[in-house]
Each structure stands twice: as structure tokens, then as C-alpha cells.
């Protein structure tokens, strides 16, 4: 039997997705929203069936790192059959707001 993992997203997480969206409506066409949202489903896709494919951030233990794109990357942990989703962070972001993961 396979093991499930079930994608947790943290209100921070949820925050950075909604502010990535409004930065691509504000600025990009919906092609690129489009294009955007079908990378992190198929990240997430990814993720649930193989959690621990993308390695550990150097900062941060137990914490992993996946990039989206050149300007997001995707910040998660594995708990028991968990993976939550932490942070959604846009690189041209002040870097220091990592800190608060």
C-alpha cells in the first residue's frame, strides 16, 4: 500500500499565494498566472508522492526547499503524514523576512 501525505497550508503560506497572484495579475498577463498555477500543482503533485524529493534548506532544519520559479520558492516540512506548506517566498522579497519561518 502506498503512503498518502496530506498538503497542510500554513495562513502565512496562504498570504504569500495570494500576494504571488496579485503580483502577476498587477504586472504579468494570466497566461503567466496560468503557467504559475499549473507549476505548483504540479510541484504539489510531486510532493504527495514523494515528500522528501527536494533537499533541506541550509538555514533551516527539517525544513525543505523546492523552487517554483526563478523568483519563488516553495518552503515545506514533513510531519507524520504531513506536508506543510510554510512559506511561498518571492525572492525579490527582503531576504531577512526568512527569518520568520
Do not use: C, G
Amino acid at each position: 500500500m502506498r503512503n498518502t501525505y496530506k498538503i497542510i497550508w500554513t495562513s502565512r503560506a496562504l498570504s504569500d499565494l495570494k500576494n504571488v497572484i496579485t503580483y502577476l495579475e498587477n504586472n504579468w498577463t494570466s497566461r503567466e498566472i496560468q503557467k504559475f498555477a499549473l507549476l505548483l500543482d504540479l510541484q504539489l503533485k510531486r510532493l504527495i508522492t514523494n515528500p522528501y524529493l527536494f533537499p533541506e534548506s541550509h538555514r533551516y532544519k527539517k525544513i525543505r526547499k523546492s523552487v517554483l520559479t526563478r523568483q519563488v520558492s516553495m518552503y515545506y516540512r514533513v510531519v507524520n503524514q504531513e506536508i506543510q506548506i510554510i512559506s511561498l517566498f518571492d525572492k525579490r522579497q527582503n531576504p531577512k523576512k526568512l527569518d520568520q519561518i
